[in-house]
């Protein structure tokens, strides 16, 4: 049984005011068995948390990098770490 991870990643380019938040919860969603939030930061970028099995956190990262999303992506930057529980499902914030 794979082992759920925390993906947290950072998109920058034109991704706030164009519905990213909204898809990403979206597509999170579609993906399905992840829990975490997509949030605006005060520097123009969207940070994402998401947790579940590692396949579907790719799944949602290579998403975010190809294109398909509203707005313009940039680009992307991602860490990993250790699944730490405690969302319930996924936000917008």
Do not use: K
Request: charged share 30%; proline share 2%.
């Amino acid at each position: 049984m794979e082992q759920d991870v925390r993906l947290t990643a950072w998109v920058r380019g034109r991704v706030q005011g164009v519905g990213f938040r909204w898809f990403t919860r979206a597509r999170a969603l579609e993906i399905g068995r992840l829990t975490g939030f997509a949030s605006n930061l005060g520097d123009g970028r969207v940070q994402i948390v998401a947790e579940g099995p590692r396949d579907h956190c790719e799944r949602l990262l290579d998403w975010l990098r190809t294109g398909d999303t509203p707005g313009r992506v940039d680009g992307v930057t991602e860490i990993w770490d250790t699944f730490r529980g405690g969302y319930r499902d996924f936000d917008i914030r």
